[in-house]
């Protein structure tokens, strides 16, 4: 059993036999926060009920409310929007919100970090950036391996685990750009921080040398850079992508933690994968987006193309498009390509 802090506190429960996620109590004013939830008007959101929400506002009960856990956000997988409510926290863990687009922390005053875990960078809404006392709040993405997940709490900005003879050896960074690098083994730092990511694994690894395999030469280095750090892109995780494999993706985003450090100049390397059936353009100034080489196209995210004047698609393609905010007042033009 949880509780959340506060005058009036409303005890989030677990129960099975019933299917019980919350219990609403007469008077507690902070239950109004799962009325929206509670969809048969029964005081008691179900999980089912829980996992269909898809907007979560913890304000209402004020600020004598005060949230000390977050760990019930895991039955709301399903969150785009949510307001984090009153809380002294400095670091919110929500990375079971796979979804998540938008975080209001306007009451979360001391908040400095949100740890998330899907794809995309939600938007942080309601900081004072007036308030001189209030830093902004930063987000983390989710790793799985603990050690390399406890690093990157530690201070460090680029975590990489390597794997050799049976043995886990961390590359990490004070910079995630920039570097310099070390090497983390045995619970030290067995080598410090002050060479490049080159000279790390050129000299504490053993480099196999074999064929180099024949894979994409591609026209955009950002295109590139997202396509290897994509796990679902580089699934054989040789630092190459394979025709094969590029074939083979259906959903494709170029937007994330690093995308406003890295502007995507050219839409070249999307006939690599004709089979895309969702993309996410990422950070772009063009204002030309040619997906015409992806005719199974039926989800196109521009939002962040900011200068977009023209889309052209392939022939009797008609996904669902994201515009972003029209630039100069004039909405972007779709041309068709025959293919």
């Known amino acids: 059993m949880m509780a959340f802090m506060g005058v009036m506190p409303t005890y989030v429960m677990a129960q099975k036999a019933t299917d019980a996620f919350v219990k609403m109590e007469e008077h507690n004013m902070f239950s109004q926060c799962f009325v929206p939830c509670d969809t048969n008007g ?19 009960g004020g600020r004598m409310n005060i949230i000390e856990d977050y760990s019930f956000l895991k039955y709301f997988p399903n969150l785009v929007a949510l307001s984090v409510g009153n809380t002294t926290l400095e670091v919110i863990d929500m990375h079971y ?5 938008i975080v209001n922390v306007t009451n979360a005053l001391w908040l400095k970090k949100i740890i998330v875990g899907g794809d995309f960078a939600p938007e942080i809404t309601g900081e004072n950036v007036e308030d001189p006392n209030r830093e902004s709040v930063k ?14 709490h530690s201070g460090y900005d680029y975590v990489e685990p390597i794997k050799q003879d049976g043995q886990t050896f961390y590359v990490v960074g004070k910079s995630a750009i920039d570097g310099p690098y070390g090497l983390w083994h045995n619970g030290k730092l067995e080598v410090p921080c002050e060479y490049s990511l080159e000279a790390i694994k050129e000299n504490y690894f053993t480099v196999q040398v074999q064929e180099a395999p024949v894979g994409i030469d591609f026209k955009d280095e950002g295109v590139r850079d997202f396509c290897l750090r994509n796990k679902h892109v580089d699934v054989d995780k040789d630092g190459n992508i394979s025709l094969d494999e590029a074939a083979a993706v259906t959903k494709l985003s170029l937007m994330n933690f690093r995308s406003f450090i890295r502007n995507i100049k050219s839409y070249e390397d999307l006939l690599y994968f004709p089979n895309l059936e969702y993309f996410h353009a990422g950070f772009s100034y063009a204002e ?13 995210d521009l939002s962040d193309c900011r200068m977009l004047k023209r889309i052209v698609l392939a022939k009797g393609c ?6 972003p905010v029209a630039y100069k007042g004039e909405q972007a033009k779709i041309e068709y390509k025959k293919q």
Do not use: H, N, Q
């Open 42 to 60: 029964d005081g008691i959101v179900t999980y089912g009920e829980a996992a269909a929400a898809t907007m979560l506002s913890l304000e209402k």
């Open 97 to 101: 919100l796979k979804k998540l687009r």
């Open 139 to 152: 987000v983390e993405f989710w790793v799985e391996d603990s050690v390399a997940r406890e690093l990157l």
């Open 288 to 300: 030309t987006v040619d997906v015409s080489c992806c005719p199974k196209l039926k989800e196109l």
């Open 318 to 323: 008609k996904p669902e498009i994201k515009y």
